[in-house]
């Protein structure tokens, strides 16, 4: 397996998993107060997390197919930075944990710059 494919495949699983296994699944107690630092009600926070759940399967599966559209590719970056934020803002004692935003989301954003060095100089810069 070469190194796209790799990357392809890591990413698209990474958001898989984590919109299926913490959110839709099993519902993990840090997703509900990641989700709850932001005031909803009970019942909106839990509708929010299974939002975000369906979103990060479908966002998933979008970049398995679709991984040389280089903006699906800074949508993805976006996303996971989005989501660095989001956690040092509602719930910033979570980015001295193990497995925190930052050293769960950098390596992902570093599989995407290859993804998109590679969508470019195979030609795939405009799709």
């Known amino acids: 397996m070469n190194i796209v494919q790799l990357s392809r495949f890591v990413l698209g699983f ?5 919109g299926l296994f913490p959110k ?21 926070t839990l ?4 939002f975000a759940g369906v979103s990060e399967v ?3 599966i979008l970049l ?18 989005a989501l660095v ?7 910033p ?5 193990a497995f925190n935003p930052v ?3 950098l390596p992902l954003i570093v599989l995407s710059l290859i993804l998109i060095h590679e969508a470019k100089k195979g030609g795939s810069e405009s799709t």
């Open 93 to 97: 004692h979570l980015m001295v944990e």
């Open 103 to 105: 050293t769960t989301n």
């Open 24 to 44: 839709l699944l099993f519902l993990a107690p840090l997703e509900l107060e990641m989700s709850g630092s932001i005031g909803l009600a009970e019942s909106n």
């Open 85 to 91: 934020v989001f956690v040092l803002i509602m719930t």
């Open 58 to 60: 479908i966002f998933g």
């Open 14 to 18: 990474s958001w898989i998993y984590h």
């Open 64 to 81: 398995l197919v679709f991984y040389k559209h280089v903006m699906l590719l800074y949508l993805n970056i976006a996303g996971f930075l």
């Open 47 to 50: 509708w929010l997390i299974r």
